[in-house]
Nanobody, 124 residues
Framework: VQLQACGGGLAQSGGSLRLSCAVSGDTLDGYAIGWFRQTPGKEREGISCLSSSDGTTWYSDSVKGRFTISLDNAKNTVYLQMNSLKTEDTAVYYC??????????????????WGQGTQVTVSS
């Protein structure tokens, strides 16, 4: 299974970006998909999670109301729509999947496969 994250870039504060995570090698049926971000010197932070089984979503307080996770089964791709961006959203963003989710949201250590990361930079 391989994950390819893309869509990062430079945005202004208040702007929007949409990240994509294309999954190859398997379908996403029954999996949990998560988005994380990390800045230098800090731990990787979970910001969103989606259960492909029932569509349940979770967001961290830091992004709730601004970010939206979604799944396109036909394209085997997960998206993270990021609106009302803030400078503190600047980070490398990662997607990940858990093939046998047994808790929700899925903790970081339980994810089985990770994408390579995509840089998001928000300027003031």
């Amino acid at each position: 299974v391989q994950l390819q994250a893309c869509g990062g870039g430079l945005a202004q504060s208040g702007g929007s970006l949409r990240l994509s995570c294309a999954v190859s090698g398997d379908t996403l049926d029954g999996y949990a998909i998560g988005w994380f971000r990390q800045t230098p010197g800090k731990e990787r932070e979970g910001i969103s999670c989606l259960s492909s089984s029932d569509g349940t979503t979770w967001y961290s307080d830091s992004v709730k109301g601004r970010f939206t996770i979604s799944l396109d089964n036909a394209k085997n791709t997960v998206y993270l729509q990021m609106n009302s961006l803030k400078t503190e959203d600047t980070a490398v963003y990662y997607c990940a999947i858990d093939v046998i989710p047994n808790q929700f949201p899925v903790p970081l250590y339980q994810y089985d496969y990770w994408g390579q990361g995509t840089q998001v930079t928000v300027s003031s």
